[in-house]
């Protein structure tokens, strides 16, 4: 059984762009989300393995997700993508709980080396 993994940012074509990398990489994608409110909602529909978010989304952002993810399972797995120059944002976001982070634009073996990283 492939990884089931949630991808959550709110530019459609970053999640189709992921969603190729790991597809052809043999995992599953089981949902998408656009923002961080989405994001906990699926997060607690499907229960994936890992969660791939962004971190700057309107409404919630990543940061805060990942601490309402973490409080739901402390044991969920989540990858930040940040584009260049948020360090300190990179830096709060594993602080709350993020296993890793891809920097935009994406490399795919990045990608799925942060991937295995986090659920291994």
Do not use: W
Request: contains cysteine; charged residues 30%.
């Amino acid at each position: 059984m492939g990884k089931r993994i949630l991808i959550v940012d709110d530019a459609a074509f970053m999640r189709m762009m992921i969603k190729d990398i790991l597809t052809k990489n043999g995992y599953e994608v089981v949902g998408e989300a656009e923002n961080g409110a989405k994001a906990i909602e699926k997060f607690k529909e499907l229960t994936p393995d890992l969660v791939i978010m962004d971190i700057t989304m309107p409404e919630v952002d990543g940061i805060q997700a990942v601490k309402e993810i973490k409080k739901i399972d402390g044991n969920s797995k989540v990858v930040m993508c940040s584009a260049m120059g948020q360090q300190a944002m990179v830096i709060e976001a594993i602080q709350a709980g993020a296993k890793d982070f891809i920097v935009k634009p994406f490399q795919a073996d990045r990608v799925i080396e942060a991937v295995n990283k986090a659920i291994g």
